[in-house]
């Protein structure tokens, strides 16, 4: 089998097929971060707000996704699962083998997309929301011909909107249960802290600022110091005070015991989804 061929990092063109806000978190992240000049950027959409977002920073929008297709090396497909397949279909004269393709659309396996595309220089990455706000968490699987200089590429693209992490692809239902599904556990943990405070005597808006500040800031300390969150749990808990006391109630609650179930829970449902 012949090796692909890296893409040339200084001068390669990146398009997206799908100009929904992910690509455009995306687009804006790299151009941001310095990555990629827009100029270099190209996606299509009809509709004129979609095609106005992209460019009033400066990215190119085509007529047609494969005008995108054949001015682009790296292609991210950021259109809905449903109809992934009818896209990569139509467009599979322009994935000519020298192309790296990039799959973002949840669910849609490797094998299906190689098969669809005629080409096995695939990547498959997942992202989550906190893509809108810099920082997703993105889990990027080769397929079969994308080399380490591809990877490496997609380090640097998804890594402008937040962390990356690599895994096979056997894992993405497990990672949709923890990082896919998981903003959402989170905003109810928000919104209960929040409800909390009020219960407790604060101003509505007080205690939802004060619960959002203080998740943000609980997260950075678990990404930035190293320690094991157990541990900074019990840095903040003192003998007989009032966050042991709390903490106390969780446990009758059964607080990590849900949260494990609920991650369980979603992959277990995107399995079913894989299957279909």
Do not use: C
């Not at 455009?24 to 977002?53: N, Y």
């Not at 098969?115 to 990027?140: K, L, Y």
């Amino acid at each position: 089998m012949a090796t692909s061929v890296p893409i040339p990092t200084d001068t390669f063109k990146l398009g997206f097929i799908g100009a929904g806000k992910l690509a455009e978190s995306i687009a804006r992240g790299v151009v941001k971060s310095g990555v990629l000049p827009a100029s270099r950027i190209s996606t299509a959409h009809r509709d004129s707000q979609r095609r106005d977002v992209f460019s009033s920073f400066g990215v190119k929008v085509y007529e047609h996704n494969h005008q995108v297709a054949e001015d682009s090396d790296v292609i991210i497909f950021s259109v809905k699962p449903q109809i992934v397949k009818e896209v990569v279909l139509q467009l599979k004269p322009s994935l000519t083998k020298d192309k790296l393709l990039v799959s973002i659309a949840a669910g849609i396996k490797l094998a299906d997309l190689q098969e669809w595309a005629e080409s096995t220089r695939f990547i498959r990455v997942m992202p989550n929301t906190p893509s809108a706000v810099g920082q997703a968490a993105s889990v990027i699987s080769l397929g079969g011909t994308a080399i380490e200089e591809d990877g490496l590429l997609m380090d640097s693209l998804f890594g402008a909107i937040g962390r990356t992490w690599r895994a096979n692809e056997k894992m993405f239902d497990a990672v949709t249960g923890v990082s896919g599904s998981g903003p959402a556990y989170i905003f109810m943990a928000i919104e209960a802290l929040a409800d909390g405070g009020v219960a407790a005597g604060l101003p509505r808006d007080l205690a939802a600022g004060l619960a959002a500040q203080t998740v943000l800031g609980a997260a950075m300390m678990v990404v930035t110091t190293g320690k094991h969150p157990g541990q900074l749990k019990d840095d903040v808990a003192s003998a007989g005070g009032t966050t042991i006391a709390a903490i106390h109630e969780l446990e009758k609650g059964g607080f990590r015991g849900v949260l494990m179930n609920a991650v369980v829970a979603a992959a277990n449902r995107s399995k079913e989804f894989s299957k279909k």
